[in-house]
């Protein structure tokens, strides 16, 4: 089974794991690559997450939760901590990333038999904070 490292041709050590390209993520998953993968000492979910809603707060465009959504769809599990701990719905809402909390909140409904919660109002909005 591919490693999602090792399969993706990007030279910057940060784009190995293709956060802007949807398509790339989709055909390694596709492929076979784990989604419950630890890279960089995060889980892809995690990474998604960290890279979303960084990249941004970094440029100033819309917040997207692209990345987070295909991973979930390829079985990413929405409650595996990553090594550090890093649980995904909390850090997802540390770092003001709404809509992948949301989405982490349906699977992790979905996975228990419940129904999707009706969202928090103290939920973070669908644009993210400056880390501080």
């Known amino acids: ?41 995060m889980t892809l979910l995690l990474h998604a997450i960290d890279v979303e809603a960084d990249g941004a707060a970094q440029t100033g465009q819309s917040l997207n939760a692209a990345c987070t959504a295909v991973l979930l769809a390829y ?8 090594p550090d701990g890093d649980v995904p719905q909390l850090f997802a809402f540390h770092y003001g990333h709404g809509l992948a909390v949301r989405l982490l909140e349906t699977h992790i409904a979905r996975l228990h038999g419940g ?18």
């Open 1 to 41: 089974m591919p490693d999602i490292v090792s399969q993706c041709d990007v030279p910057c050590e940060e784009a190995r794991f293709c956060p802007g390209n949807l398509a790339e993520l989709t055909r390694l998953l596709d492929a076979g690559t784990d989604p419950n993968e630890v890279w960089s000492n």
């Open 115 to 132: 129904t999707v919660p009706i969202p928090c109002p103290e939920l973070p909005p669908a644009e993210p904070r400056p880390w501080t």
């Open 75 to 82: 079985g990413a599990d929405p409650e595996r901590p990553g």
